[in-house]
């Protein structure tokens, strides 16, 4: 439960929070202490600050914090409602300093303290974060009437300029009188201009019969409902005590003295830490011990699918050998029948292939082809010159031991001889030769070696000449894959 010593200027009293609210106490509870003052010795004071930013305006601040109170400990700057320009927003030119000076009562309260102190609020400055919100006017007028004493707190442009503490008055008009006496205080120290405008005031507390009298004086009084709990219409102490519990800006008390407090939230937090590391090991070490048992699963299931693949290795050789055939001998033959027959190529399928593409020039007719297929290490296409080089065919992969598989298929080695129709010119001659080139291009796996249309392009003079029908010839050499003929068409 929360525990909170309200130094007043009549006495010191500890509240304890209850699940009913608030009580007094005689002693404080275990646990830290909230300390919340409501003395006349608190004060605000606006300086002017030049523009700097970051760590040089918060140590020009504090060093002004030491020039205006310089044997104070509880002096702290006001965080204020930040308007206007941008520039205005991230560095005000203006700055509140709130202190309470002297502190001796404060002093005199803290000596003795054995639970860690959470932090030193003053009325003014709670009363200040209520008045300066947006919700409320920008000039305003805030009074607390409590037995204790009745606060008067003026905010100019949502900035505390000024706080009092008047004694304790039962009847309306005394507390008027001294409402009135602060309104005239600020109009000769020109803080408002003298008779110009109306102000807001916000009446808290056991303020009763004040805004009739208030209005005359051009001060009308707010609806502070809105800001009131359920259980705390007119009692606006409990409610300055469950505000000073929520830890607000305006902390006025030094670091030594809550050095206690500020300890044990790091030892909380670095418990909370650790306790999250341990928990995040834990969870870390689960997930690897189901990865264990995972692979521990795996492995057993490898194994067993190793000795019922062992099993039926076995059976197949208990089969081979009744068969009463080598198995070496079956290897080789299924072997030849691979290559040899299942992945022969298909000479068939290759001549329709040529054929079609012959069919496609008109008057064209293939005067000479040869269809071979290449053994291993022989070159294709010896007589072929240009950049295309000779291509080696290649030697089918043979497993350690066995004879050649031929899995790969053997290559093919195909010349063909076009004759033209004689009636054609240069041009459609060289465009006919160069569609038949890109046509056996076209076709899968297939590698035109030799390629006339290359000659007609570059300018042979045999060309355009009046030479014999022989002389009309193409040649190309290319190069087919076995398997690309098998897959087209051949069947084993």
Not at 192 to 204: K, N, S, V, Y
């Amino acid at each position: 439960m929360a525990c909170v010593l309200h130094i007043s200027a009549t006495a010191n009293i500890w509240w304890g929070q209850r699940a009913t609210g608030w009580v007094q106490l005689l002693q404080p509870d275990k646990g830290p202490v909230w300390v919340l003052t409501d003395l006349a010795e608190e004060s605000f004071v606006e300086i002017s600050v030049p523009r700097i930013f970051g760590n040089d305006r918060r140590n020009y601040v504090q060093r002004q914090l030491a020039n205006r109170f310089p044997e104070n400990r509880f002096r702290v700057s006001v965080p204020a409602q930040r308007g206007g320009s941008l520039l205005d927003r991230i560095a005000p030119p203006v700055e509140i300093l709130s202190a309470i000076d002297p502190a001796d009562r404060v002093d005199d309260a803290l000596v003795g303290l054995d639970s860690p102190l959470v932090g030193v609020w003053s009325t003014s400055t709670l009363l200040a974060r209520v008045g300066c919100s947006h919700s409320m006017p920008a000039n305003l007028l805030v009074v607390l009437s409590q037995p204790s004493g009745m606060r008067i707190l003026f905010i100019k442009d949502r900035t505390p300029v000024l706080t009092r503490l008047v004694a304790p008055t039962e009847s309306a008009a005394d507390q008027s009188v001294e409402i009135l006496r602060t309104m005239r205080h600020l109009e000769n120290t020109r803080m408002i201009e003298r008779g110009t405008q109306r102000f807001a005031a916000l009446l808290l507390g056991v303020a009763q019969g004040l805004a009739p009298i208030l209005a005359s004086d051009r001060l009308d009084a707010l609806d502070a409902t809105v800001l009131r709990k359920a259980k705390l219409e007119k009692d606006w102490q409990q409610a300055l005590l469950t505000l000073v519990c929520k830890s607000p800006a305006g902390q006025l008390a030094p670091m030594g003295l809550r050095e206690r407090y500020l300890a044990s939230r790091l030892s909380r937090a670095a418990k909370g830490i650790a306790a999250a590391c341990v928990l995040g090991t834990m969870v870390a070490a689960a997930g690897n011990v189901r990865v264990i048992e995972g692979a521990h699963r795996e492995r057993n299931y490898l194994e067993a699918s190793n000795g019922q693949l062992d099993n039926q290795i076995a059976e197949t050789d208990a089969a081979i050998a009744r068969f009463g055939v080598d198995a070496n001998l079956l290897r080789r033959a299924l072997s030849v029948d691979d290559g040899e027959v299942v992945k022969a190529p298909d000479m068939a399928q290759d001549m329709v292939d040529v054929s079609r593409l012959i069919n496609r020039l008109p008057g064209a007719r293939a005067t000479s082809l040869q269809w071979r297929v290449l053994d291993a290490g022989e070159p294709a296409c010896p007589d072929s010159s240009g950049a295309m080089g000779t291509v080696v065919a290649a030697a089918p992969d043979a497993p350690g031991g066995s004879e050649p598989s031929a899995s790969v298929g053997k290559t093919v080695e195909l010349k063909l001889t076009v004759r033209l129709a004689p009636d054609i010119g240069p041009q459609l001659r060289q465009r006919q030769a160069s569609d038949l080139t890109q046509q056996l291009r076209n076709t899968t796996g297939v590698r035109v070696m030799q390629d006339p249309a290359k000659a007609l392009r570059e300018g042979d003079l045999t060309a355009g000449s009046a030479l014999a029908d022989a002389a009309h010839d193409l040649n190309w050499c290319a190069i087919l894959p076995g398997l690309r003929a098998t897959s087209q068409g051949a069947q084993p």
